[in-house]
């Protein structure tokens, strides 16, 4: 089984400030990793994902994530950021080979101040 | 290219009842996932319908159902609804082929309360 922690539940951040959004995962057999954002009242949007090779991945809307094998970690980052990416951002995993269901973390609240 | 849909977009339910709920898959998909997101939580898979038989189920009681059509739309069932039930539900259509890791897309959700 698969498991998936985001050691931060909110990160506010002021506009144009760079933000990391952490990630850590649990699996005993490879995995496939993602990063999902989802503004109020809609649904999950991918914004990147790792599946295999270079080990930092580009996402939609300037976001990029790095896999860290050793750390088991897939941290999301943003160099500087709008009010428009206000949002709850979710990581989750699957497992690789067979993606049948994804496990989410528990959701980052980030908040773009003024 | 049509995305995901669901229906209805909201709605109310009293404990014990029954509710179904739809989704329509992106065009060209074969795969429906369902997952259910309470309120300040990640999503949870619930099941998944691969040419219309489940191919995986979370943690979640029998009275969680479901249905996939030919057209690969798809229904969940909740019977004797629970307060706990309610939730945003979403559901999510891939394409499911060898080899693939078939990436999901979700789509708005329903928010279902239970009363």
């Known amino acids: 089984a698969q498991s998936v922690t985001q050691l931060d539940s909110q990160v506010p951040v002021f506009e144009e400030a760079p933000v990391e959004l952490r990630c850590n995962y649990s699996?005993?057999?490879?995995?496939?990793l993602f990063w999902y954002v989802q503004y109020p009242n809609q649904g999950l949007q991918l914004l990147l994902k790792y599946l295999s090779g270079s080990t930092l991945v580009k996402g939609i809307n300037g976001f990029e994530a790095e896999f860290n094998k050793s750390q088991t970690s897939f941290h999301l980052r943003k160099p500087s950021v709008h009010i428009s990416d206000t949002a709850e951002y979710f990581c989750a995993v699957s497992r690789s080979g067979s993606a049948r269901q994804l496990t989410f973390g528990s959701g980052t609240q980030l908040t773009v101040l003024p | 290219e049509t995305g995901v849909t669901q229906s209805p977009t909201h709605l109310i339910k009293t404990r014990g009842q029954q509710v179904t709920l739809r989704c329509s898959s992106q065009s060209g998909h074969n795969t429906v996932s369902w997952y259910q997101q309470a309120l300040g939580q990640g999503p949870q898979f619930i099941f998944q319908y691969y040419r219309e038989e489940e191919n995986g189920r979370g943690n979640f009681p029998p009275r969680f159902s479901g249905l996939q059509f030919p057209n690969y739309s798809s229904e969940l069932n909740v019977n004797a609804l629970e307060l706990d039930d309610s939730a945003l539900y979403l559901c999510?259509?891939?394409?499911?082929?060898?080899?693939?890791?078939?990436?999901?897309?979700f789509g708005p959700g329903t928010r279902l309360t239970v009363t």
């Open positions: 999510a259509s891939s394409l499911m082929t060898s080899g693939s890791p078939h990436e999901q897309y």
């Open positions: 699996s005993s057999v490879s995995v496939y």
